[in-house]
């Protein structure tokens, strides 16, 4: 949190995302997680994917008790 790069990426995504919906995957922990509570800070609504469903509906929900409009989504974007 706090470096520029994440900064910029964080202004990337809302550019490209508008006034829409963010999805961001893997947003139960790490970078994820962190990209999604940038993004709700500004004031983005955010989907958060993740294949730890009980961990990204815990982030979710603590977004959300934060004021962020944000949904979990139970996600696996790996290839079997």
């Known amino acids: 949190p706090g470096s520029r790069r994440a900064h910029e990426a ?3 995504a809302m ?3 508008g006034q829409g919906w963010a999805l961001i995957t893997g947003a139960a922990s ?3 997680l962190g990209i999604a509570e940038a993004l709700a800070r500004d004031g983005q609504p ?3 994917a ?3 469903v009980a961990g990204v509906q815990s ?6 008790a934060a004021g962020a409009q944000s949904v979990a989504l139970d996600l696996d974007v790996t290839l079997d």
Not at 59 to 64: C, P, Q
């Open 15 to 17: 550019s490209a995302a």
């Open 59 to 64: 982030a979710a929900a603590r977004l959300a």
């Open 10 to 12: 964080t202004d990337a």
């Open 50 to 52: 993740d294949r730890d």
């Open 46 to 48: 955010v989907a958060l």
């Open 30 to 32: 790490g970078i994820g």
